[in-house]
């Protein structure tokens, strides 16, 4: 495995491995963690003819700085709101350094002091304009605070991660790329999160495709975002499409995961159906796993309605 930039990277690096490598054992198939490669060093997995490389796409360093800003912002307002009847509403302020950040805080404890002495609104303007206000009394329903938009081109950086993985195994012989989503791509509230799956899967057909005719021995690219919970399950979908597809599976108990598959054409059939398989099939691995572990009834018995009707996808072979 490549080395990573932090021991969490390495964790759920090494956590698609094993949840790879359930997926074909729970199909009957030889699994191997790390093989060798033909230009030497380890890969990630080899689940029967398939040697799947992994990439772990992580949030935008952007985002976490911003995220962490604007929780540690969240915080501090509500130990102003101690013993005092107020409350705040508007906008957080842009990512501020230290210095920025203690002055704007200092702002905030003289506005909440003015507010509860004078029973009158105080305005706390940011370095950017960026206006949030303090109120006396209780915050009525639907009073908000928001933080300010922080732009990242989430497309560009998965065509430079994808990349550059396809250009380190071009000495590994064939390969599948395999991309572990954990950056939000699929749920936060964006442009792509928000559209339907045979529009995702249309999207990263259309920004990944290429990559398959620059690098030849590729055999095709899978991304798979991070199960997020949603209750109650939606059902099962599937974005069949000319050449890729898109799947939709609900996993036990409250978790949902979005795979599109976008393989070589015409290339490795046998090699696309497996890959298709196991994406449809995760819960199924589930199950297999679960009955291993001596659980009666494997998922079935997790869940109050287990059902999901078969399937056939056009990347299936006999």
């Known amino acids: 495995m490549p080395a990573a930039t932090s021991p969490l990277s390495r964790f759920l690096h090494t956590q698609t491995q094993a949840r790879l490598a359930l997926m074909g054992a729970a199909r009957g198939l030889p699994v191997e963690l790390e093989p060798a490669k033909a230009s030497g060093g380890p890969g990630d997995v080899r689940i029967g003819p398939v040697f799947i490389e ?22 501090h307002l509500l130990t102003l709101d101690r013993d005092r009847d107020i409350y705040w509403e508007g906008d957080f302020p842009e990512l501020l350094n ?13 506005a909440a002091q003015q507010c509860a002495a004078s029973g009158a609104a105080v305005d706390v303007l940011s370095s950017a304009g960026r206006r949030l206000t303090v109120h006396p009394g209780t915050a009525p329903p639907g009073t908000t605070l928001t933080g300010e938009t922080v732009e990242s081109d989430q497309g560009k950086r998965l065509l430079g ?8 195994t071009q000495g590994a012989g064939t390969a599948w790329i395999w991309v572990e989503d954990h950056s939000g791509l ?33 055999a095709g690219v899978v991304v798979s ?23 939709q599976r609900g996993l036990p108990i409250d978790r949902v995961r979005e795979t599109i598959v976008i393989p070589r054409r015409i290339v490795l ?9 196991m994406c449809d099939a995760e819960a199924g691995a589930l199950d ?30 006999p």
């Open 225 to 247: 975002n991070v199960a997020h919970r949603r209750l109650p399950l939606p059902r099962d979908e599937d974005a069949p499409r000319p050449a890729v597809q898109g799947f």
């Open 161 to 168: 991660k994808v990349r550059g993985k396809c250009a380190k």
């Open 98 to 110: 230290g210095h920025e950040c203690e002055t704007w805080k200092k702002r905030t404890e003289e």
């Open 269 to 277: 059939p046998e090699q696309t159906s497996l890959i298709a398989r």
């Open 288 to 317: 297999w796993a679960l009955g291993k572990l001596g659980v009666p009834g494997g998922v079935t018995s997790l869940l109050a309605d287990s059902s999901t009707s078969h399937r056939v996808s056009p990347l299936w072979t």
């Open 54 to 75: 992994v990439v772990t796409f992580a949030e935008d360093q952007k985002l976490q700085d911003y995220e962490k800003f604007r929780q540690n912002c969240r915080v």
């Open 186 to 218: 699929f749920r936060l509230p964006t442009a792509f999160a928000g559209m339907s799956l045979a529009a995702k899967t249309d999207a990263l057909a259309a920004l990944l495709g290429p990559l398959l005719e620059e690098y030849v021995h590729v």
